[in-house]
T-cell receptor, first 112, second 112 residues
Framework: NAGVTQTPKFRVLKTGQSMTLLCAQDMNHEYMYWYRQDPGMGLRLIHYSVGEGTTAKGEVPDGYNVSRLKKQNFLLGLESAAPSQTSVYFC???????????FGQGTRLTVV | AQSVTQPDIHITVSEGASLELRCNYSYGATPYLFWYVQSPGQGLQLLLKYFSGDTLVQGIKGFEAEFKRSQSSFNLRKPSVHWSDAAEYFCAVEGGSYIPTFGRGTSLIVHP
């Protein structure tokens, strides 16, 4: 019963470094999302995917790229990290039929 | 466009007291509505959801919410709060696009 798994859970990057966050779900969900959570801002949508091979921009996409080569995985990339990208990142997935979102445990990223 | 407003950033209640967390949404038709709870260091977990039908919905942990179309509200209630209910609570709306929009969250503090 893994659900949605995010890797890594914590990371510290230097400004300008790159990294990839991995989200894996084992529920065969069609829809996947990356959100960032900042104090007082709630969850803001970065990118999302409505199916394998598709991606789309959300509310705050700048500085991030995503890929969904396999249905179960949704990768979030930071090509050149900036301190403004210090945040907690959450991946979520939804099955078809407008059911609830299932969330990963989050990745706490600090950019120094 | 859909949006969610949670007017209270923090709510403080005494253990055993009743609780109501406010949520107002903006959407042209009847949306799908959700309440999630986030414990410290964790992802979000669904408390309850409204899709259609009975406007009073029951959720886990003794929570309930009432959908009021005339007020565009979906307030969360609990008759008697327990110390373990201290957490961040998020209201979310989804208008049929499979893209949930979250409010900024309400932090619940429970005094013994």
């Amino acid at each position: 019963n893994a659900g949605v798994t995010q890797t890594p859970k914590f990371r510290v990057l230097k400004t300008g470094q790159s990294m990839t966050l991995l989200c894996a779900q084992d529920m065969n969900h069609e829809y996947m999302y990356w959100y960032r959570q900042d104090p007082g801002m709630g969850l803001r949508l970065i990118h999302y995917s409505v199916g394998e091979g598709t991606t789309a921009k959300g509310e705050v996409p700048d500085g991030y790229n995503v890929s969904r080569l396999k249905k179960q995985n949704f990768l979030l990339g930071l090509e050149s990290a900036a301190p403004s990208q210090t945040s907690v990142y959450f991946c979520a997935s939804i099955a078809s039929g407008h059911t609830e979102a299932f969330f990963g445990q989050g990745t706490r990223l600090t950019v120094v | 466009a859909q949006s969610v407003t949670q007017p209270d950033i923090h709510i403080t209640v005494s253990e055993g007291a009743s609780l109501e967390l406010r949520c107002n949404y903006s959407y042209g038709a009847t949306p799908y509505l959700f309440w999630y709870v986030q414990s410290p260091g964790q992802g979000l977990q669904l408390l309850l959801k409204y899709f259609s039908g009975d406007t009073l919905v029951q959720g886990i942990k003794g929570f309930e919410a009432e959908f009021k179309r005339s007020q565009s509200s979906f307030n969360l209630r609990k008759p008697s709060v327990h110390w373990s209910d201290a957490a961040e609570y998020f209201c979310a709306v989804e208008g049929g696009s499979y893209i949930p929009t979250f409010g900024r969250g309400t932090s619940l503090i429970v005094h013994p």
